[in-house]
């Protein structure tokens, strides 16, 4: 089927007829224009036709219930399934049926009922959504803070976190997943304060995700002095935080937000907690999402503290055992490594955020025991694309891995299949199949960057080149969250704008304090 052109506007037949006899100057003086006209004895009239024709019948029609069923055909585009086949069509066709997929396939696409929605989109590229098993869409504070001043990471981004409210997470949250989904996240695994607030955003703006609360016993602002001190009744606070978000949150926006337990990390989660935590999460059957293994002093603390890896941590707490994600698992031993890969922990692999800090996952010896990972973006930068470029080119740099072992086919599947199966959603989400829900994206190949984008594997085009500004559209459970670049469920403008205006005014605020010291 050809893409067509619309039609240029112009009055129906059945409005001429019925506008003729009762304004005979009307069509006949602007026969080539087609531009209606009334003369000023015509005006009042023809005001009188208009409510009666458009106002009353609109009104009507808004106010009755329409079907259910909406029913959309893409086609004329490249389309790149992530399926088990690996298929990817030249010129294809996806057929969405409410928050579904009910057909896909290569060259013209079938004939539809009529009311079906059709887009043609010749020199754009289908794909599924990304999912993000790693974020802090709250992060997204510390922007351009935290990659260049030595110690930014305790000796900024965490003081600074005292001045989040549970009003204002709400607007820097959103701020953060309009950028991952305008990226092309559908899907994010989120930890951070006020989380409520984070889930709310998620729920408007049209996200799939798993929402936690970062729960943690001392006060983290003190970590930089290496200050792990307990803060009296905060842990308890924290984790029953956690139990009403589940019991508020969990399954809202039609089943798309899931709420899981979120201890921080194994240096701010005693054991006693971390097996609390475990237990409860195992009483409500949620996942898990923590921190392990980012940072020397975590090593150092863990080693004195507890007498063991922030790895075996996990096994020694329960955490391990639970449906987990390991976000990092940077400073490990051969044999954490080895006990990461025969146990099949989950681990969230967030190349970019390590490259800015100057050091990386050992991961020859991830490749060598085969440990089970997918990417995430973390914080700051929700960028895939970029994150894709870095972990291809470390894991061929460090971990010795050719062109062919580490290349743009295995980033893809990182951010798709093997990721949604990591969180336990490779049924729903991940590829684009008949049955799974309708999440995807559709990237605007036209871009001189892109170009010429050849067929021998377009993936390997897109991962070495995209920007991820090329993002067009997002269709997240059968609804368009992003079209012609910009979101259409929330005010994208005045959105980034209140979310600005909050984190420059806590940024303020902390070099005051820090230059009262």
């Given at each position: 089927?050809?893409c067509r ?10 409005l ?8 005979p100057?009307?069509?006949?003086k ?9 003369s000023?004895?015509?005006k ?28 959309t ?12 086949q690996?298929?990817i ?6 057929l ?13 696409p079938?004939e539809?009922?009529e ?8 020199g754009?590229?289908?794909m599924?959504?990304?999912v993000?098993i ?9 922007k351009?803070?935290?990659?260049d001043?030595?110690?930014a ?9 005292r001045?989040?409210?549970r009003?204002?997470?709400y ?7 309009m950028?991952?989904v ?5 899907f994010i695994?989120d930890?951070?304060?006020f ?5 709310r955003?998620a729920?408007?703006?049209?996200l799939?995700g ?19 001190s ?29 709420i899981?337990?979120a201890p921080?990390?194994t240096?701010?989660?005693p ?10 999460a ?9 921190h ?15 007498g063991?890896t922030?790895?075996e941590?996990l096994?020694?707490?329960g955490?391990?055992?639970q449906?987990?994600?390991a ?12 006990l990461?890969a025969?146990?099949k922990?989950h681990?969230a692999h967030?190349p ?15 490749h060598k025991y085969?440990?089970t990972?997918?990417?995430g ?6 960028n ?20 062919q072992?580490?290349?743009?086919k ?15 959603k490779?049924?729903e989400i991940g590829?684009?199949?008949?049955g799974k829900?309708?999440?995807l994206i ?26 991820g ?12 969250i ?10 994208e ?7 600005t205006?909050?984190c ?11 230059n009262?010291?």
């Amino acid at each position: 089927m050809a893409c067509r052109q619309r039609p240029a506007h112009r009055p129906t037949p059945l409005l001429e007829s019925a506008l003729s006899p009762l304004f005979p100057s009307l069509l006949k003086k602007h026969t080539h224009s087609h531009a209606l006209l009334p003369s000023k004895k015509e005006k009042p009239l023809l005001f009188t036709f208009y409510i009666c024709y458009k106002v009353i019948p609109y009104y009507h029609i808004s106010n009755v219930k329409e079907e259910s069923t909406i029913q959309t055909l893409l086609y004329g585009a490249q389309i790149i399934t992530q399926n088990e086949q690996d298929e990817i069509h030249k010129e294809g066709w996806i057929l969405l049926k409410d928050d579904r997929i009910i057909g896909i396939g290569a060259g013209a696409p079938p004939e539809v009922p009529e009311g079906t929605v059709k887009r043609c989109l010749p020199g754009r590229v289908i794909m599924p959504g990304i999912v993000n098993i790693h974020t802090h869409v709250g992060g997204t504070l510390f922007k351009g803070l935290t990659e260049d001043i030595k110690g930014a990471f305790c000796g900024l981004a965490f003081p600074m976190e005292r001045f989040i409210t549970r009003e204002s997470m709400y607007s820097i949250s959103m701020l953060g997943a309009m950028e991952a989904v305008k990226f092309g996240s559908t899907f994010i695994d989120d930890l951070y304060h006020f989380p409520e607030s984070t889930a709310r955003a998620a729920e408007e703006l049209g996200l799939h995700g798993i929402i936690a609360q970062k729960i943690y016993d001392p006060d983290l602002q003190n970590l930089h002095d290496n200050d792990y001190s307990s803060v009296p009744g905060q842990a308890a606070q924290k984790l029953q935080a956690n139990v009403d978000l589940y019991e508020t949150f969990n399954g809202r926006g039609n089943g798309r937000i899931e709420i899981g337990f979120a201890p921080h990390a194994t240096d701010t989660v005693p054991i006693a907690l971390a097996k609390e935590i475990a237990a409860t999460a195992g009483k409500y059957h949620a996942p898990i999402h923590t921190h392990v293994a980012q940072t020397p002093q975590e090593i150092a603390h863990d080693r004195e503290a507890y007498g063991m890896t922030p790895v075996e941590y996990l096994f020694e707490t329960g955490l391990a055992q639970q449906k987990l994600i390991a976000a990092h698992c940077v400073c490990v031993t051969e044999n954490d490594v080895r006990l990461l890969a025969e146990n099949k922990v989950h681990v969230a692999h967030c190349p970019e955020v390590f490259f800015k800090a100057g050091y990386f996952a050992p991961v020859d010896l991830w490749h060598k025991y085969g440990v089970t990972y997918a990417l995430g973006t973390d914080w700051v930068t929700l960028n895939p694309w970029t994150n894709m470029r870095i972990y291809l080119g470390c894991w061929r740099t460090l971990g010795g891995l050719d062109e062919q072992q580490a290349g743009a086919k295995l980033a893809f599947r990182k951010i798709t299949m093997d990721a949604a199966r990591l969180v336990g959603k490779e049924k729903e989400i991940g590829s684009l199949e008949v049955g799974k829900k309708a999440d995807l994206i559709v990237m605007d190949a036209r871009e001189p960057h892109l170009q010429p984008m050849y067929d021998l594997d377009i993936r390997s085009t897109l991962v070495w080149n995209a920007t991820g500004n090329e993002v067009e559209t997002v269709i997240i459970d059968g609804k368009t969250i992003v079209d012609g670049k910009r979101v259409l469920t929330v005010d994208e403008t005045a959105a980034t704008q209140e979310a600005t205006v909050i984190c420059h005014k806590y940024l303020a605020r902390q070099l005051g304090a820090q230059n009262q010291l």
